[in-house]
């Protein structure tokens, strides 16, 4: 792939370039603009002529140097492997492809975007969008070639970007209502990654449209675009076989694929739970939910989160545990998208059975946390140990408070006594033997004689 | 087979109380910690100290037992532990207790030369990736088979090092002369075999020390001697399945490798037990050049690691021949889910001045020394910023190489002040955050090739111009 | 001491004997009189003593329990594939023999297994121009090394080596920029001097390896070379090449497993497994050998799982041990670097040996004659077995 024929460089070094406003030829978009967009539709073969760029409004060099525009990108593709569902994957890559051309700089994405041209790149030679039009396109179809036809759209006309904008921002909305909408049964196959093999060789995700990869980087149709992109590549189609238990989440097809991939070490996964077979994780995760058997529920943390939970452990120390491609009850790394999922650890109560997470996570799900659970779940600003928790969950009379079968014992109490007790009665054996490796004092009574006034003696029963 | 233990059954069988001695707030956060052995047991004093809990502690152990046992070995001042491994490979899980060395000295030795080669071993040190490596045990053999000679020359060791110690010899009267010298301590006894192993295992009992059984190139029999001393009540046992250089290293290492399979995947408790090797074997050949056995101790020794060895008896205390060895110990067990680390900081290279270049790379041992063999015959600046271990791209990606830290990196180093421009090259990976950088920083950022290997030309074509 | 312990274990057991029905016990007005009281504070946090508590000799049993150890055998679904390189004249050729590399169907070296391996191959590194070699390696070829076909000969006939890597390097157009047609001569100069299997390496510049070995797997057609290297930025032309003139390829990725298999996928696009050896990338012994070993042994175990992506066989090029400064410094404090280089060189290579490496590229004759005595050993059946006597040893 070369780009010769391009007056600019193009590569990846050019990726973080910034492009200053005093070099800045014509800003597209930014903060200061109402209305932007980008956008990919799938099309028929049909609809599209290959390689074809359309301008609607002036070109590059049509404006003053250090205009700002409104403007959108609009992107059409057809191939026999396209499709709908794979739109926002590949809108996605245009954020690199831009950055790649020299003197060309792309922020954010959707109706966000904020692009800068330079006038060094203007003087170069690149004066039209045309130019841009071709770079992207030839990468879009080297990169992925699935796409068998490709053309592009350029709007720089304030009504025509407005009017196109508001059907933008409606294919965008669709977009997320399906992607959240979509449920596990409706899916064909669901996808593994095995991407983090390297670092956990027992590990491997599946992921389903319900359940996102524990890193946070990679839905459901992620997976899809890339197995169909990238069928060499890491991440592959799981086919579902038979479904073993849907509450549970547990598929023949994931088990034997689990099997395969981790070398016979993880035979059954349950995709629901974190107990049990649960989904394993690498290191990447962005969240854990850890149990706090002091009241039966299960405490959020997420990556970011500096200091002791409410447990009196920080993230890394869970993270330890959590990670290396094992099933260990109470430990289980997730991603935040899969909290906001209709299965979120279902089989363990979902929300109900969250007792703590962080603020900023909070703020982030409030959205998806059920309407009557939001007061009740604390975060660190409300309590920060178990005592404190305890006492919370109860006085919000938070669901996990049924479970609860008994109130706890003093047991406190019971452990001084012991204490208190021991020594007294059970000679040197209470006493660890002295070794002289612990070096100290040796206190040596002759001829003694010790009074009492009371001594009792009590039975204390087995615990545990 | 589980590697790791589950933190909720720890959990059960605490005291549950949360009364904090341990040092973590609650039992929980204790269990958790417990189960990926990153604290001992023992710090639940409650556990061990009062009656009620003795089943529990009894089921704890049992569960927190790993495969393969771990002895502790003393010295008044020093404890080494031996063994302790819970799986076969070090991919499923790292592996705890580096194998210790045990430096050999005879008790025919002229004494002098015998204590300096003690102070030698004792006082051995190598510098490596900001760790001081040395050396652990000292293990004497009795030669003269005088029970009072071997007492006197192994009391004169103990008062010269910090270092535990193991006892060598087949004569129980010889080792009690010895373990009577280091009343106090835990010394390793070598050891049982299918002679002495009655009179042995009442020397372990009575003087409470960890006792290898050796039989060698015999399993059937190391494991009925095994079986044996454990229907005693011994636990505290090494194995020594026989090390034999040459054409026996076909089933010396064989041997190993079934031991430690049986033991980890097997699950045979009988063959639970830390593995001892003997390079020193590689003495025994008369006709060879001492640079000869020498080497093949050192090879054989680096074999028996890799091969699940958690101890090794060793005579040369050459640098040379013991170096490799060291050093494959320190590889061997780091964490593989931890990325090694260098230190972060300036580093020069040549003779750099006021107008050489500046770059920049992580702290991931891997990517700084491929790099640094690139930058070594330049007169250049090299900023090592820590990301935590991880490699350029996957810090870019994960947010441990941001423009903020490399900013950071520029201030906290003073490089402002030892050159006259403002120019960094940054690795190629890194493209993307390069912009930022320059925001970030003020400096301008060149950036460099993908592979160190091309830096030459870069800056040949982008610094000098 | 063990005195002491029964002294105390009896006065706990006569104590919990006069104990036995109670549950809550007052007593008023009590004296103690004690001949002796102990206890002691520690300065250190203690740790309890390891042995159980209530040791004591039973007396039992007699004699030796016996117990059989049982062979801990596992069977695989799969194995290492064998690759042979190099052909005889019957074969289109003009090797006197060929090399047969993995064939492994067990993890390295468990006898128990029954395995019988394929004998380890052994490589000798030869560059088309002179580089800086450390001293160590340099005294045992002098002149040679300046001319490649004479010190490819010198591995041979005086080293004993299986086969030969020719390593391209100058033709790096960052170095002297080589033009293809003088390799492809000096690739003809030493297949006329040496009569064994040969590796042809390029230099590891993607813009100018895919033509350069392109050109030498033309030049060698009929000889079956290892083409040395493809990597996941440049592999489809070595691919091609190799499957044209009938080669192997060298798949080589930096310590990155899941690149590996990747990278193998795209080349069993163009060639069987029969024709691919692994490079998971040898780094040196103190510079992240673990990473090698670990990824080497997981690949084995793959290739036992029958894992197709990873059922090549791999080989490791240990003249990079050498990079390691502990192995060609010159430091008095660090011994003689005569002894001290190879042995580094060594401990790599039987390492990875250990680890399932079934070709090994080497550079220095002491680490060379090392690994094939040991390999022999390793794989000699029925040897005598002597234990040796290391406790008597009188002072060395």
Same mark, same amino acid.
Not at chain 1, 283 to 286: H, P, S, T, V
Not at chain 2, 350 to 354: C, K, L, N
Not at chain 3, 157 to 161: M, R
């Given at each position: 792939m070369s780009f010769e024929d391009i007056p600019v460089d193009v590569g990846?070094?050019?990726?973080g370039e910034r492009i200053r406003w005093p070099n800045t030829y014509v800003e597209l978009?930014?903060?200061?603009?109402e209305y932007k967009f980008e956008i990919v539709k799938s099309r028929d073969m049909s609809e599209i002529e290959d390689g074809k760029v359309t301008i609607i409004g002036?070109? #590059?060099?049509?404006v003053e140097a250090g205009t700002s525009l409104p403007f959108g990108m609009y992107i059409e593709v057809a191939g026999k492997?396209?499709? *709908?569902?794979?739109e926002g994957v590949i809108e996605r890559r245009l954020h690199e492809y831009c950055n790649f051309i020299q003197g060309f700089m792309h922020i954010n994405q959707r109706y966000d975007i904020h692009l800068r041209l330079s006038k060094a790149s203007v003087k170069k030679?690149?004066?039209?969008?045309k130019l841009i039009g071709k770079v992207i396109m030839r990468l879009y179809k080297t990169d992925m070639p699935l796409i068998e036809k490709i053309q592009m759209t350029f709007i720089t006309d304030p009504e025509k970007v407005k009017e196109m904008h508001a059907e933008a921002v409606e294919i965008y909305n669709a977009r997320d209502a399906r992607a959240r909408g979509m449920k596990d049964d409706e899916a064909d196959v669901f996808y593994g990654c095995a991407l983090c093999q390297s670092f956990a060789p027992t590990h491997v995700c599946t992921i389903t449209p319900q359940r996102y990869a524990n890193c946070g980087a990679i839905s459901w149709f992620d997976g899809r675009a890339a197995a169909r992109i990238d069928?060499?590549?890491p991440i592959f189609a799981v086919e579902k076989d038979e479904c073993l238990d849907e509450w549970k989440g547990e598929y023949s097809g994931v088990n034997e694929m689990s099997k395969e991939k981790t070398l016979g070490e993880v %035979?059954?996964?349950?995709?629901?739970?974190?107990?049990?077979y649960p989904h394993t994780s690498c290191?990447?995760?962005?969240a854990i939910a850890f149990y706090v058997p002091e009241v039966d529920g299960l405490g959020i943390v997420d990556r970011d989160f500096k200091g002791k939970t409410v447990n009196g452990l920080p993230f890394s120390t869970m993270a330890d545990t959590t990670a290396g491609g094992t099933q260990v009850d109470g430990f289980h790394g997730l991603s935040i998208e899969y909290m906001r999922s209709?299965?979120?650890?279902q089989v363990d109560g979902?929300?109900?059975?969250?007792?703590w997470l962080p603020k900023k996570i909070k703020d982030r799900l409030i959205d998806f946390i059920p309407e009557d659970l939001v007061d009740k779940i604390p975060t660190e600003e409300a309590v920060t140990n178990v005592q404190g928790l305890k006492a919370y969950l109860e006085d919000q009379q938070h669901?996990?408070? /049924?479970?609860?079968?008994?109130?706890?014992?003093?047991?406190p109490e019971e452990a001084v006594e012991a204490m208190e007790e021991a020594p007294e009665f059970?000679?040197?054996?209470?006493?660890?033997?002295?070794? *002289?490796?612990?070096?100290g004092f040796k206190f040596t009574f002759e001829n003694v004689r010790i009074h009492a006034d009371r001594v009792r003696i009590q039975r204390v029963e087995k615990q545990g | 087979m589980s590697k790791k233990t589950s933190p909720l059954d720890v959990f059960n069988l605490l005291? $549950?109380?949360?009364?904090g001695k341990c040092g973590e707030d609650t039992c929980f956060a204790f269990a958790t910690k417990v189960a990926d052995r990153?604290?001992?047991?023992?710090?639940?004093t409650p556990l061990f100290e009062e009656k009620n809990y003795k089943e529990n502690l009894g089921n704890l152990e049992v569960l927190l037992r790993p495969a393969v046992r771990e002895i502790r070995l003393r010295s008044t001042g020093e404890e080494v532990r031996i063994g302790g491994k819970?799986?076969?490979?070090?991919?499923e899980f790292r592996y705890d207790n580096p194998t210790s060395i045990a430096i050999s000295v005879s008790d025919t030795m002229p004494e002098d030369e015998m204590l300096l080669k003690v102070k030698k071993a004792s006082e051995w040190g190598y510098r490596y990736i900001g760790m001081d490596l040395s050396l652990d045990l000292i293990a004497v053999r009795s030669n003269s088979n005088d029970p009072m000679q071997f007492r006197d020359r192994v009391k004169k060791i103990s008062d010269n090092t910090q270092m535990p110690m193991m006892l060598c010899s087949f004569s129980p009267e010889v080792i009690e002369q010895g373990l009577l010298a280091l009343e106090g301590e835990t010394p390793l006894i070598y050891a049982a075999n299918r002679e002495n192993w009655k009179e042995m295992s009442q020397l372990s009992i009575k003087y409470g020390c960890p006792l290898v059984v050796s039989a060698p190139n015999d399993l059937d029999q190391l494991r009925s001697l095994t079986a044996s001393l454990m229907e005693e009540g011994i636990e505290n046992l090494v194995l020594d399945p026989g090390t034999m250089p040459d054409e026996g290293l076909r089933d010396t290492i064989n041997n190993f490798t079934m031991l430690r399979r049986s033991a980890t995947?097997?699950? /045979?408790d009988l063959s639970g037990f830390p593995l001892l090797g003997a390079? #020193?074997?590689? &003495?025994?050949?008369?006709?060879?050049e001492p640079e000869i056995k020498a080497w093949k101790e050192s090879y054989i020794a680096s074999m028996l690691m890799s091969r699940y060895a958690d101890i090794l008896i060793i005579n040369s205390i050459e640098m040379w021949s013991l170096l490799p060895i060291v050093i494959w110990r320190t590889n061997i067990y780091t964490d593989p889910v931890k990325p090694v680390m260098v230190e972060p900081g300036l580093r020069k290279y040549? /003779?750099?001045?006021?107008d050489s270049p500046v770059l920049y790379t992580t702290n991931f041992a891997l990517t700084f020394y491929t790099v640094q063999e690139d930058f070594k015959d330049l007169d250049c600046y090299l900023l090592v910023i820590?990301?935590?271990? #991880?490699s350029v791209e996957s810090a870019v990606a994960g947010g441990k190489l941001t423009a903020e830290k490399v900013a950071e990196a520029i201030k906290e180093t003073g490089i402002e002040d030892m050159v006259d421009h403002r120019k960094i090259v940054s690795p190629g990976l890194a493209a993307r955050i390069s912009g930022e950088t320059e925001m970030e920083s003020g400096w301008d950022v060149i950036v460099g090739? %993908? /592979?160190?290997?091309?830096i030459k030309t870069l800056l040949d074509k982008k610094f000098y111009q | 001491m063990a005195e002491e312990e029964r002294k105390r274990n009896t006065l706990d057991r006569g104590l919990l004997k006069w104990l036995e029905g109670v549950k809550n016990l007052e007593i008023e007005d009590v004296d103690f009189v004690i001949d002796r009281l102990e206890f002691t504070l520690p300065t250190q946090i203690f740790r309890p003593p390891?042995?159980?508590?209530?040791?004591?000799?039973?007396? $039992?049993? %007699?004699g030796i329990l016996t117990s059989e150890f049982s062979i801990p055998v596992d069977t695989y679904r799969g194995g290492v594939t064998e690759v042979v390189l190099g052909a005889t004249k019957s074969e289109?050729?003009?090797?006197s023999r060929t090399i047969t590399v993995g064939g492994s169907k067990?993890?390295? +070296?468990?006898? +128990?297994?029954d395995e019988k391996p394929n004998p380890p191959v052994i490589v000798g590194d030869v560059f088309d121009m002179k580089v800086s070699l450390p001293k160590p390696v340099r005294e045992h070829f002098? =002149?040679?090394? =300046?001319d490649p076909a004479e010190w490819a000969r010198v591995y041979v006939?005086? +080293?004993?080596?299986d086969m030969i890597d020719l390593e391209? #390097?100058?033709?790096?157009p960052l170095i002297n920029d080589t033009p293809i047609s003088e390799s492809a001569k000096l690739v003809e100069e030493v297949l006329q001097a040496v009569d064994v299997p040969i590796v042809i390496g390029g230099s590891g510049s993607p813009k100018k390896d895919g033509d350069l070995l392109s050109k030498m797997a033309e030049v060698a057609e009929g000889e079956r070379v290892l083409l040395s290297s493809a990597t996941p930025d440049l592999y489809k032309p070595i691919a091609e090449a190799a499957k044209k003139h009938d080669h192997s390829v060298l798949s080589w990725t930096s310590l990155d497993i899941n690149q590996q298999k990747e990278l193998n996928r795209n080349l069993l696009e163009y060639l069987p497994k029969e024709r691919i050896i692994i490079d998971p990338t040898s780094a040196a012994l103190g510079y992240g050998i673990e990473y090698a070993f670990t990824i080497m042994e997981r690949m084995r175990l793959s290739a036992l799982w029958a894992d197709e992506e990873l059922q090549m066989p791999m080989a490791a090029a240990?003249?990079?041990? &050498?990079?390691?400064?502990?192995?060609?410094r010159k430091d008095h404090d660090l011994g003689p670097r005569n002894l001290r280089g190879p042995l580094w060189e060594t401990t790599s290579a039987l390492t990875f040996l250990l680890a399932g490496v079934d070709m090994f590229i080497m550079l220095h004759p002491a680490a060379i004659r090392t690994v094939k005595e040991v390999a022999g050993w390793l794989m000699?059946?029925?040897?005598?077995k002597t234990q040796k006597n290391w406790l008597d040893l009188e002072a060395v």
């Open positions: 990846v070094i050019y990726e978009g930014g903060p200061r603009i002036p070109d #590059i060099t049509d492997e396209v499709e *709908a569902d794979l030679g690149m004066n039209s969008y069928p060499k590549g %035979k059954r996964v349950w995709l629901y739970t974190a107990f049990g290191g990447c995760f962005e209709p299965k979120f650890l979902g929300w109900d059975r969250i007792v669901p996990v408070v /049924d479970r609860w079968k008994a109130p706890p014992e003093a047991a059970s000679t040197l054996a209470a006493f660890p033997r002295l070794s *002289a490796t612990a070096g | 005291p $549950k109380t949360n009364c990153k604290v001992d047991l023992e710090l639940c819970t799986v076969m490979f070090r991919h995947r097997k699950e /045979d390079p #020193i074997s590689a &003495w025994c050949e008369e006709d060879e040549g /003779d750099p001045g006021r820590d990301t935590e271990g #991880i090739p %993908k /592979d160190s290997a091309g | 390891l042995l159980p508590k209530e040791v004591l000799p039973t007396g $039992k049993p %007699k289109g050729g003009t090797r067990t993890p390295a +070296f468990y006898a +128990f297994e002098g =002149e040679v090394l =300046e006939e005086k +080293f004993d080596v391209l #390097i100058s033709t790096d240990t003249s990079n041990s &050498w990079a390691a400064r502990e192995a060609w000699k059946e029925n040897a005598e």
